[in-house]
């Protein structure tokens, strides 16, 4: 039965992609302790507890990504555009003490393709926190604010831009990366993707990866198109370069695998009043209480503690095997 489990979860993972996540978690060592333990009839293991969860086999989910800028207060007021792009930082701890206050689990992109290759559950109410550009406030003020909540996030780095001025140096990179921020790719020069050579899309796909990758020393799977910039032949160039999933600036909440490319998000713009934060949330994703195995804490690659995963695959129910897409659109 075990064994079919894992076969099952081997396929399933083959299937999707021919490139594999690096990071995501095994199930078949997770599952297999506490199930031999009770085998042998003994009491040592610890009680199940019940847990909210999204449960796995859903071939969309509503995740919101949230798109965030400059964390700060906006240094010139008649700079509209800047104004727009720059949660303050007490806005900013106001949204993640309210995210934490009600339920919700910061995921990463790790999390979201680990649960749509069949590799993983996801926590109750889901959410994606992205930071484009790789501005130095991103590590300054964001980065202190998360820690704070033992919050996950995803930082799109600009990878030419790293230690200008204004950016993330790359040590903060590394930093980050090491304590719970995913780095994703935006290009070498923050370039609109659509209105440039070939020769030049090639080289700011492919370079901005294998740039933060020397960087890093993994994988950077997730890319985001500058300005949300995309065309059919920019999709071909980002998948062809290795990535396994990118985002646009397109509102909607709903994801799936066969969208991975053209991924939504929800915008945060300046000045935002906390209800409005709120209400583009939009609706949860449904939830299911499981019985599992008393969670164990184990060390996050970044000193973050997450769960093991620890449920056997199994069918959803009918019933909420597809949200509907009637409420997809954010306006
Ligand atoms: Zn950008």
Redesign the pocket.
């Given at each position: 039965m075990l064994i079919a489990l894992a076969v099952a979860a081997i396929v399933q993972a083959a299937t999707f992609s021919d490139v594999a996540p690096v990071r995501a978690q095994p199930l078949v060592g997770s599952i297999t302790r506490p199930a031999v333990a009770a085998l042998r009839g003994r009491t040592t293991a610890p009680a199940p507890v019940s847990s909210e969860i999204v449960p796995p086999g859903r071939q969309s989910v509503r995740v919101p990504i949230l798109m965030y800028?400059y964390i700060r207060v906006n240094p010139d007021p008649r700079d509209k555009v800047g104004f727009n792009l720059s949660v303050t930082p007490a806005d900013f701890t106001q949204q993640m003490d309210w995210l934490a206050q009600h339920g919700y689990h910061p995921v990463d992109f790790d999390d979201l393709r680990g649960y749509l290759m069949g590799h993983a559950n996801l926590p109750s109410r889901p959410v994606v926190l992205t930071f484009?550009?790789g501005y130095r406030d991103m590590y300054t003020t964001a980065f202190p604010v998360l820690r704070a909540h033992g919050f996950k996030a995803v930082s799109?780095v600009?990878s030419g831009f790293v230690g200008s001025p204004s950016s993330v140096t790359v040590d903060q990179v590394q930093q980050m990366n090491a304590n719970g921020i995913e780095i994703g790719a935006?290009t070498v020069s923050?370039a609109d993707l659509t209105r440039i050579s070939p020769a030049e899309r090639h080289r700011e796909v492919f370079d901005s990866k294998a740039s933060l990758e020397a960087l890093l020393g993994h994988p950077v799977l997730d890319f985001?198109y500058?300005?949300g910039r995309v065309d059919d032949a920019v999709v071909r160039e980002v998948e062809a370069a290795g990535f396994e999933t990118a985002t646009t600036t397109q509102p909607g909440v709903l994801h799936s695998a066969g969208d991975r490319f053209t991924w939504t998000r929800v915008r945060v713009g300046g000045g935002e009043p906390l209800d409005q934060f709120v209400a583009n949330l939009g609706q949860s994703e449904p939830t299911e209480v499981v019985q599992q195995p008393r969670p164990r804490l184990t060390p996050d690659r970044g000193g973050l503690r997450q769960l093991p995963v620890t449920f056997p695959l199994r069918p959803p129910p009918a019933a909420l095997a597809e949200a509907p897409a009637t409420t997809e659109l954010i306006p």
């Open positions: 800028h484009d550009d799109y600009v935006h923050h985001c500058p300005s």
